[in-house]
């Protein structure tokens, strides 16, 4: 018999706090490496972690400490994302609303919106930062 498929995670970052976004990689990066669909959608503050220049995190200067302890900083974490498979989604309106242009976004990052979201999804887990 064969075992049922594992659930598509998605990550709602909305939140614009360094240490949020940081984790919302995290938990990317480590379902994705468990062979785990994931689908991470960013919004209003949360989308300066989508961004070329993440420096608009709130407390972004973190970063340095937590690889000065061993953490996996920010940058690379977020380049494990495509290895990994996990899509990147940008909200289209959380963009209006924080007046960034989508040209500010990584390469491989979709302006959608949450229909988009919600069907990449489907019945999987969903989680909000």
Do not use: K
Not at 4 to 17: D, V
Not at 59 to 75: C, I, K, Y
């Amino acid at each position: 018999m064969a075992e049922p498929a594992t659930p598509t995670l998605g990550i709602l970052l909305l939140s614009g706090a360094f240490e949020r976004a940081h984790y919302a990689l995290v938990l990317a990066a480590g379902a994705a490496a468990m062979d785990r669909r994931v689908v991470l959608f960013a919004t209003n503050g949360g989308l300066h972690a989508l961004c070329r220049d993440w420096s608009g995190l709130a407390g972004s200067e973190a970063d340095a400490v937590l690889q000065e302890r061993g953490v996996a900083g920010f940058a690379i974490l977020r380049d494990a994302l495509a290895p990994l498979g996990v899509a990147l989604l940008a909200c289209e309106a959380g963009l209006r609303a924080m007046a960034l242009p989508a040209a500010a976004l990584l390469d491989g990052v979709e302006v959608a919106g949450v229909p988009s979201f919600l069907a990449a999804v489907g019945p999987g887990q969903m989680l909000s930062i």
